[in-house]
């Protein structure tokens, strides 16, 4: 009986963590749909009307949503934490000083902001979220 136990332990221990892989790996998708939704913005002027600017909101609100359904392994809580933080900073400067500078025509000072600090941030996040699990 024991071993029974201990086999079923471990198979859901399994499954749980196959499970949280794929949540990692999910939002590791979102991400990178988040930073190229801002990409496109920022290099096709054709693409900074409402209907993308709605993509944009949407990809971002996306990653953020997924960031509060998700848990860190045991051990993990300071990389998560910095994981947090890290996109927080990144969506923050997004919509307060990214967006506005594209959509003002701004864009030199849009193309150092994506490519300075926000493109250290996306890079952070998705370093993390691979040693978070995905």
Same mark, same amino acid.
Not at 45 to 61: I, N
Not at 71 to 91: C, D, S
Not at 102 to 120: H, T
């Given at each position: ?14 499954? #749980? ?107 952070? #996040? ?9």
């Amino acid at each position: 009986m024991k071993k029974l136990l201990a086999v079923a332990f471990v198979a859901l221990a399994g499954l #749980c963590a196959s499970a949280q892989a794929q949540d990692f790996a999910d939002l590791r998708t979102k991400l990178s749909a988040a930073r190229e939704s801002l990409v496109t913005m920022l290099v096709n002027k054709d693409k900074r009307g409402a209907d993308h600017q709605k993509v944009v909101k949407d990809t971002a609100d996306a990653v953020s949503a997924a960031l509060t359904k998700l848990k860190p392994a045991a051990g993990k809580e300071a990389q998560f934490k910095e994981l947090v933080e890290t996109w927080n900073a990144f969506k923050k400067t997004r919509e307060t000083e990214l967006v506005p500078a594209i959509l003002a025509g701004k864009d030199e000072e849009a193309r150092k902001i994506a490519g300075g600090v926000q493109k250290e941030r996306i890079t952070k #996040c998705q370093q993390l979220v691979g040693e978070l699990g995905g």
